[in-house]
């Protein structure tokens, strides 16, 4: 039995985000105490390994949870600036991705679990590349970082590399070995299908994996109407909007998860919101790529279901959620005045809703007794979140990622005053810049 114990810090409590003065009690991975004075001389009596940690002035947070990223992409960091989507993955991303071997592919997944970890997320929904998402699954498992993970998925399109293009049985059977292989219901570590977008997948394909999932309640995540180009083609080829074509496929439902919805007109927000169909909003990337600013507060006032991912590397480029948590809130504001998307909500969005795209509301997402240990402690004693009226404000729209001082994914303690445990970041740094400089030259970019 492994215990933390978490003394005196101001907790952000419960459903309702409360800030309270309270300790923190973690047994086997659960949150088992929520209350003032838990008794450290007493708990140590009965349990010399128990960990306590002093939270004076600190304030202890639910970590993080990202709905949109690509950990087989931080390789490729400033590698892809300035282009628009389509160019962007035909020119750069998709070479890079085919180029991607076991190697390239740890290295990228353990830099980017790093770099998260380090800036406070927790959880995260992932969109690999076509080969080798094993290795992406061994990083995580390995790590202690919590992830639902899915093999991209690709049976059709214009301009895919050949080591990227698979016919539609092989890229079935891989994903399911996968899920076979690696998922479960109740593990840190599962899969999900992961169908890249409509444009590169077949109709068959995606009824296909629609049914699988709805019969085996396994979560698909996909990207829809981020960009102009990409919705006329679906129109053009389907006579559809996207979401409506996604719709009929069977990907609209609760176990649906798209990311950016920049391009959705009435109807199709209404779609998402009868359907329960998850929307992962990636404010930076949208920007960078000129994609948009997707309609989050409209969405919202329809009760669509919305969370906040980072996205890739190559398009953002960072994968700190206090960027796009800020970002989120501001983009909104400027559309529709200050009152829009106040700091509660976005905080909201980074955090519960993200535990409700990944089905993992009842585990993860607050700080509530019986629910999983995923625990960020932020240092706010520092010039640039200083004075603190409102604690939640501060962490929204003041402090960085560099803040973040302990994290604790699944009651283990992965970061400790700024040192993560379970990795080493020299060594993290040195294999990236060994393994990017082999794979652009593979890639012959
Ligand atoms: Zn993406």
New binding site residues.
Partial sequence: MSQVLIKNGKVIVGLNAQVESVDLLVKDKIIVEIRPNIDATSLKKQDKNLTIIDASDKLVSPGFIQT?L?LCQTLFRGSADDLELLDWLRLRVWPMEAAHNPASLAASAQLSVAELIKSGTTSALT?ETVHHTETVLETVERTGFRATIGKCMMDKGHGVPARLSENTTDSLNASLDLLKSWHSNSGRVRCCFAPRFAISCTQGLLETISKIAQENNILIHT?ASENRREIEVVESETGLRNVEYLQKVGLAGKNIAL?HCVHVNEREQQILAETGTHVLH?PS?NLKLGSGIAPITEMLERGVSVSIGA??APCNNNLDIFKEMRLSALLQKMRYGSTALPAKKAFYLATLAGAKALGLEKEIGSIEVGKHADIIIVNLNNLHCTPTPDLLSTLVYSANASDVETVIIDGQVVMHNRELKTMDEKEIIATARKEYYQLVSRAGI
């Fill in positions: 949109h690509h969109m990207h990311a990636c990337s996205d890739g």
